[in-house]
């Protein structure tokens, strides 16, 4: 079964911050644009693979139905329904973010 992935405005904001950072660091468009690629890649494996990615270690979490990929030094959070056979990309962000309180403020 193929689940359909959709990316919150959340996550759409934070993949075009993490290319505007990358950017800004390497001054190179075309290592922006390819690490964001490979941020994108991994969110599509969870239309054919939604429980692959690990659950978090907040408890709250865990029973809000959040699970995360990690790709390099990001994680890349969501939840799913297999009853709407959906995958719901919500954050991504880097890893040395107190993840608990950045999910706190999502809906």
Do not use: W
């Not at 290592?31 to 239309?47: D, G, K, S, Y």
């Not at 990690?70 to 959906?86: S, W």
């Amino acid at each position: 079964m193929r689940y359909h992935v959709l990316m919150t405005e959340t996550a759409i904001a934070d993949f075009k911050k993490i290319a505007l950072n990358l950017l800004d660091v390497s001054k190179d468009a075309a290592t922006a644009v390819r690490f964001v690629r490979e941020l994108q890649e991994e969110v599509e494996r969870l239309a054919d693979f939604p429980q692959s990615g690990a659950l978090p270690n907040d408890r709250n979490l865990v029973c809000q139905g959040y699970r995360f990929l990690e790709h390099k030094e990001y994680l890349i959070f969501y939840t799913y329904e297999n009853g709407a056979d959906t995958v719901y990309v919500k954050a991504t962000f880097h890893a040395k973010l107190d993840y608990k309180r950045v999910l706190r403020t999502i809906k």
